[in-house]
């Protein structure tokens, strides 16, 4: 392109000038695309990285207002509170494990499995009693997930005698009173409420059938895609816990119970 320019430009002839003065507007024009893409790039890369930075800044807000560090036990051994993620009712927390005497961090699990046997448990409780999982990653962070179903202000998190105080952020929530009773392979099941929470729909059910019983409905969503709730049992029954994109549209929650050898569809209007 430079010597097919070069040449244009210094042509000679009657021509020449007419010629110079097309190439100075094709090189003004490339210039200005030049520069409106070098600015739409720009513009596209400054709202990714404001795209970006909302994320973190979302996911940094949800870490605000939190303790970041645990008690500190007798022998220096604190956790700290890397990330929370996660939407009301259920949270997942990060920790790492720090000896504040050597500044060092630990991991939480120190002992190398025999051949043939599993990793070794860590000891976690946590209080009020509410629904909970957990794992380690390869990099020692302990991610916990809390089932904050009983809406409890905190929520005490005791990984190996180290006791951490989560305060979850509870959003508004709306109550929708179903009472409706339905036939399933086991039985009958009395959908009792609905719980609307902005990421959420929490079903209660009065379970009137055996406890061996676990899945009791499937979530489908508007491909017609199946996916389990979460379960919670209560001592009244059990609370069903699904994502709204994966059970509610329309305005209506979109259900499958087991029955006989197939399912039968159950549709509840929110109205």
Known sequence: MPEYIDKILFSTGTGGLFMKKIMCLL??????????????????????????????SDEESKADGQNMFSETDEDGIRLELVEVSGDDPIYTLTFKKKDTKTDKYL?????????????????????PEAGYGYWV???????????????????????????????PN??????KVIDKTVQIKSGSVTIKKVLLYPEYAV??????ISKEYDNVFWAVDAEGNRKEPIVYEQEEGKVLVYSKNDVMYN???HL?????????????ELN
Not at 29 to 56: F, H, R
Not at 203 to 208: V, W
């Open 170 to 175: 509870k959003e508004n929530t709306e109550e």
């Open 27 to 56: 090189l003004l024009s490339a210039m200005l695309c030049a520069c409106s893409s070098s600015t739409d790039t720009k513009d596209d890369i400054s709202a990714e990285s404001t795209e970006v930075s909302k994320k973190d």
């Open 203 to 208: 079903i209660y059910i009065d379970e009137n």
């Open 137 to 167: 990653a390869p990099d020692d962070e302990c991610h916990v997930n809390i089932f904050n179903i009983d809406r409890n202000d905190t929520v005490k998190i005791i990984i190996t005698g180290i006791e951490y105080t989560f305060t």
């Open 107 to 127: 991991k939480f699990l120190n002992l190398k499995p025999k051949k043939g046997v599993g990793l070794p448990n860590i000891d976690i409780k946590v209080e």
């Open 256 to 268: 499958q119970g087991e029955y006989n050898e197939g399912y039968d569809n159950i549709d509840i």
């Open 251 to 253: 305005n209506t929650l």
